[in-house]
């Protein structure tokens, strides 16, 4: 039982991961707006940062590639951690919204422990299935 809601959450956990990496691209200037003009391109790292979470995703979903991908998808959110605080402390709206709800901005924050949660648990392999 527990296993079919490991796969569950991991297949849920990676289509967010994807649609959350496509909306860098269709929000690209609102997800740039999240990180401090002081650093250099940040348009460009958006869009890196969108292909990274659709590849994350995917190789989430590979067995052979599952366990580094669960690894590095939790580093991942730890260093975008930053991203999220800079834009609650500077009051920056979430992509694609015009005004900026400050409570909601700090609430997204404890959101972040709760993603990394979710992919290490979901991600957790205790054979080696095919799935």
Known sequence: MIKTFRRIGLVLFALFF??????????????AAMIPEWVP?????????GV????LAI?????????QARFWTAVYLILI????????IAGVPAPGQEE????LLWI???????LIWWVLWAAKQKDHSSF
């Open 18 to 31: 994807i649609f959350a990496g496509i909306a860098h691209f269709v929000q690209g200037e609102g997800f």
């Open 41 to 49: 391109f940040r348009l460009g790292v958006i869009y890196v940062t």
């Open 52 to 55: 990274l979470e659709i590849v």
């Open 59 to 67: 190789l989430l979903l590979v067995p052979s590639t599952r366990k």
């Open 81 to 88: 951690f930053p991203a999220n605080i800079y834009a609650a």
């Open 100 to 103: 900026a709800n400050t409570m």
């Open 108 to 114: 997204r924050l404890l959101f972040q422990p709760l």
